[in-house]
């Protein structure tokens, strides 16, 4: 380190130091030590040009952190809104035939139709009503049953409507779809449409034909090995885990006709229960 005295003021220049910021320096006063008082800027000058944490480059990497944080916090933010948000169940009996139904982020999704809707209720008496309207044997072994449901509550709601159920060979369970009433009739036609289903509906290399109801049972015309062949699906949800089951039937498409047969004998069981109880 070295000093001088010059007019009652000692000037010290410490030795360049690269990790470390300097301390501000006295400045002697003008005259004959001007070039000193310069020597001194210019140190202070080049050191912050040697340190890359001090000056505009502490001021872009400050930026860039902060940035960073915030997009981060958002992000967050936006997360927990969303997990925090309750799951809206739609109320028995007010379940319109345009409804869409947008699954939750986790667990059981909410019901598709009202007779699930009624059936998922908690801390209500429900009671279930049925009669078993038939079966029929698909060609693969399995079994497609068709039932007549009426469920009621304890605040006096009401749906009919029909259960379809497949158990295939070896299931330990059949795995059920539920069908409203105002759904049936549409079921209906587009059974007798599948039954006649052909390779000149349209034009392409390949034709198929499906149909679902808001409960997910499926039927599906498709061409398998050069023929017709079609397959009947339902999906369930169990609860309360919301695990996802499956079962298909497959059947060739004039027996779609018993099924139909069925469907619309069930339909008049539950406009007339009375009279499908006493036969």
Known sequence: MAGSFVAGAIVTIPPEQPDQRPHFYNIAPAGENFGKRRKTARIYTNYSARNPYSGANMTRSGLATILLGGMCISVLCLRVAGQQQPQQRPQAGNLQEDDTMVPPLWGAPPPQTRLEAIAAQKGVLITKGYTDIGEVQADDGSRLRVAAVSFADARESRERGVVVSIEQRGAEAPVIAFVDADEMQALAEALDALAKLDQGASPMANVEGVYRTRGDLEFTNHSSNGSRVVSAR????????????????TFRPARLAEIRQQIMMANEAVDHPQDAANK
Do not use: D, E, M, N
């Open 234 to 249: 339902t999906t369930q949800i169990l609860l309360p885990s919301g695990q996802v089951v499956q079962a298909t039937a």
